[in-house]
RNA sequence: GCCGAGGUAGCUCAGUGGUAGAGCGCGGCCCUGAAAAGGCCGGCGUGGGGGGUCCGAUUCCCUCCCUCGGCA
C-alpha cells in the first residue's frame, strides 16, 4: 500500500504561499494545515498576514485563530496540534497541505522532537537570572560539564539553547543531546513532499515593502492598537509589527519610521526563513516570477506531485 | 559675498603623521518545547577634487568644489 501524501508549501513571508496553496488543496481535494507561529493566535490576522477570508470561506483552514494571543505556545504544541489535524483529514480520505514559514514547525513535524515533556518556567527563570548576573559563558561552562556534546554546538552567548539544555538535564537527568537523538517524524511514516516558495531577493524585498503597506490599508493600526491594551504572552508579544508600532504609540518614534522598521524587521526574518529552508534538501523549489498567478503556481505544485 | 561647522562604508558617525573603524544596513550561517524568537561570521572603502610639506598624509598646509547654520 502506498503511503499517504502530506504536502507542505514553505517559503520565506510575502511569496503567495496561503494563495498558491490554496490553489492546490482545490486541484486535490485538500485540507489546509498553517505552519506558522503566530497565526495561530486569535486577534491579529493582519499583523501575523492570515490568508483572506475568501480564501477560508472557500476551503477548510486548520489551525488559525485558535489560540488566546495571552498564551504561551511551542513547537511541541504545535507538533501534537498538527498531528491530530493530519489524521483527521486522512480519515476523511482527504490530503493535508501545510502551509507557512515557520521552518522549526515544519522541520519538527517532518523529522519528530524528543516527546519528554521537560519544561519548567521557574527553573528556566531561575536560570536566565544566572545568565544574567554571570554571564552566558558561566552557564555554558556549566553545560560543559554536564552535557559536553550539546555545549560544543552551542555558542557561548546563545543563552536560550544553554538554558533550554541545562532545564531539559536538570529535569531529566540527560543529556539534551542525547534526547534530542529520539525523534520520529512525518517522514518516516508518509510521503512527504516539501516545496519551497521563492522570489528573486530584490522582488523579495520589494514585495514585503508593498505588503506591509496593505497591511496598514487593511487597519494595522487599530488591530496593533487593541493587541497592546492586552497582556500578551512572550511569543505572540514577538510578532513583527507590535514593538516597531508600540514605540510609534509611545511616542518614541514616527509612524513613518515604524513602518520602515516593520519592513526592514521583515525581510531580515525572510532572509532568515530562506537560510532555514536552503539547508533542507529535501525541499524542491519553487521559483516564481513577479506575474504569476496563484492558480498557475498550484498548477505547477500540481504537475510536480505526480 | 562674508563668518562658522563639516565632507571617511549603502546610512549615521568615530578616530589616527605609518594606507581606517563602530552601530545600523547588506550578504552568509546556526537552530529540537519563546522560532516573526535567539545566536554566530563577513568590511562590502579611489577617506570630496587638485597641489604642497614629509621617508610616509585620511590626518598638517594651500586651493577649488559641495553641504549645513549664521550675517548680509
Redesign the pocket.
Known amino acids: 500500500m502506498p503511503k499517504e501524501k502530506v504536502i507542505f508549501i514553505v517559503g520565506p513571508?510575502a511569496t503567495g504561499k496561503s494563495e498558491a496553496a490554496f490553489c492546490l488543496a482545490r486541484k486535490i481535494k485538500g485540507e489546509i494545515i498553517s505552519c506558522?507561529?503566530?497565526?495561530v493566535y486569535r486577534g491579529m490576522p493582519i499583523?501575523?498576514?492570515q490568508p483572506p477570508a475568501v480564501l477560508l470561506k472557500k476551503a477548510p483552514h486548520h489551525l488559525l485563530s485558535v489560540i488566546s494571543p495571552q498564551k504561551?505556545?511551542?513547537?511541541?504544541?504545535?507538533r501534537q496540534d498538527a498531528l491530530k489535524k493530519i489524521k483527521l483529514i486522512l480519515k476523511k480520505k482527504k490530503t493535508p497541505v501545510f502551509t507557512g514559514?515557520?521552518?522549526?514547525?515544519m522541520?519538527?513535524l517532518v523529522?519528530?522532537?524528543?516527546?519528554?515533556?521537560?519544561?519548567n518556567q521557574a527553573l528556566?527563570k531561575k536560570l536566565?537570572q544566572q545568565a544574567q548576573k554571570y554571564g552566558s559563558d558561566f552557564l555554558h561552562d556549566k553545560l560543559k560539564r554536564v552535557d559536553p556534546a550539546a555545549s560544543a554546538?552551542?555558542?557561548p552567548?546563545?543563552?536560550?539553547?544553554i538554558?533550554?539544555a541545562l532545564e531539559?538535564f536538570k529535569l531529566t537527568g540527560k543529556p539534551?543531546s542525547i534526547?534530542?537523538?529520539q525523534?520520529k517524524g512525518l517522514a518516516d511514516e508518509y510521503d512527504v513532499r516539501i516545496f519551497c516558495l521563492n522570489l528573486a531577493?530584490a522582488k523579495l524585498?520589494q514585495r514585503i515593502g508593498q505588503r506591509t503597506e496593505k497591511m496598514f490599508k487593511q487597519g494595522l493600526l487599530k488591530e496593533a492598537a487593541k493587541l497592546l491594551k492586552l497582556k500578551l504572552s512572550?511569543?505572540s508579544s514577538?510578532?513583527?509589527?507590535l514593538k516597531e508600532l508600540k514605540g510609534y504609540f509611545d511616542g518614541r518614534c514616527g509612524l513613518a519610521e515604524a513602518k520602515a522598521q516593520i519592513i526592514?524587521?521583515?525581510?531580515?526574518?525572510s532572509?532568515?526563513?530562506?537560510?532555514?529552508f536552503?539547508?533542507d534538501k529535501r525541499i524542491r523549489w519553487i521559483n516564481i516570477k513577479e506575474n504569476d498567478t496563484p492558480k498557475k503556481i498550484g498548477e505547477r505544485l500540481w504537475k510536480k506531485l505526480s
Open positions: 513571508t506558522d507561529s503566530m497565526q499583523i501575523s498576514n504561551e505556545y511551542n513547537v511541541s504544541q504545535y514559514g515557520t521552518g522549526l514547525y522541520s519538527i523529522d519528530g522532537i524528543f516527546e519528554i515533556k521537560a519544561q528556566r536566565y554546538k552551542i555558542h552567548h546563545d543563552t536560550r539553547r538554558v533550554r531539559v539534551i534526547l534530542q537523538q525523534r531577493r524585498y512572550k511569543t514577538a510578532a513583527i509589527g526592514r524587521n521583515t525581510c531580515l526574518y532572509k532568515r526563513q530562506l537560510t532555514w536552503r539547508k
